[in-house]
């Protein structure tokens, strides 16, 4: 398995942005589509953006497209979430996953998981 880690959350204002990123360690990054998704308190965790082994494609929720940019460095283990004009809705814990299937948009298709980093976006 590959081991992530998430950074890059915090408090921002509405229209504001912030760029998460997801450290891999472990087994070759290259071999893992990546994903991230989110939780809101009291909320079931969904599917926000995927990206596949090599970067060539990307996959978003209709909520963040257009807004949200998922991105990869093979060269440095780690994936990216770029997030601009935030809303208040954006509001959740974070996580990056890992998985051998794109564009995976359940949580069971993803077999690694990060601790999550949380992003508060105030009104």
């Known amino acids: 398995q590959v081991q992530l880690v998430e950074s890059g959350g915090g408090l921002v204002q509405a229209g504001g942005s912030l760029r998460l990123s997801c450290a891999a360690s472990g087994r070759t990054f290259s071999s893992y589509a990546m994903g991230w998704f989110r939780q809101a308190p009291g909320k079931e965790r969904e599917f926000v953006a995927a990206?596949?082994?090599?970067?060539?494609?990307?996959y978003y929720t209709v909520s963040v497209k257009g807004r949200f940019t998922i991105s990869r460095d093979n060269a440095k283990n780690t994936s990216y979430m770029q997030m601009n004009s935030l809303k208040p809705e954006d509001t959740a814990v974070y996580y990056c996953?890992?998985?051998?299937?794109?564009?995976?948009?359940?949580?069971?298709?993803?077999?690694?998981w990060g601790q999550g980093t949380q992003v508060t976006v105030s009104s």
């Open positions: 990206i596949s082994w090599s970067g060539s494609r990307t």
């Open positions: 996953a890992a998985s051998t299937r794109f564009p995976g948009t359940v949580v069971t298709a993803y077999g690694s």
